[in-house]
């Protein structure tokens, strides 16, 4: 009988959720949703090979994250330089939804004559319910 690689070790949904560091609920999720595949070896039996544990994990990307719009000067070299992924096409269309967005908060605050939107308070109201 060969022996079976490291890789191909086949996991039960506790062992693959010690090994990703999450709750077992979390990997049945994963295997609901097909992020992770998945064997079957009876009705209620599945295992996860330890190799394809790894398509699971993605790399984080470096995003610009911004509350208001870029510098007019900013450009998509200087975005990329950032870190950001955007090309040009990419670029102009936020910055356009970004200033859009801008123009629009201008109009609500000249609507309510420049007093913002009170803030949510529906744990206040949730605790008077309960």
Known sequence: MSSIASDDDLLTVPEAAAVLKVSPVTVSRWLRQGRLPAYRLGPRAVRIRRAEL???????????????????AATPAMLAAAGADWDAA????????L??????????????????????????????RS
């Open 90 to 97: 990419d670029f102009a269309a936020r910055l356009s939804a």
């Open 54 to 72: 790894a398509a699971v994990f993605s790399p984080a990307r470096n995003r610009l994250v911004t509350t208001s719009p870029p510098p007019a």
């Open 99 to 128: 200033s859009a967005a801008a123009a629009l908060r201008e109009q609500i605050l000249a609507r309510r004559k420049g007093s913002p939107l009170p803030p949510l308070d529906g744990d206040r109201k949730r605790g008077k």
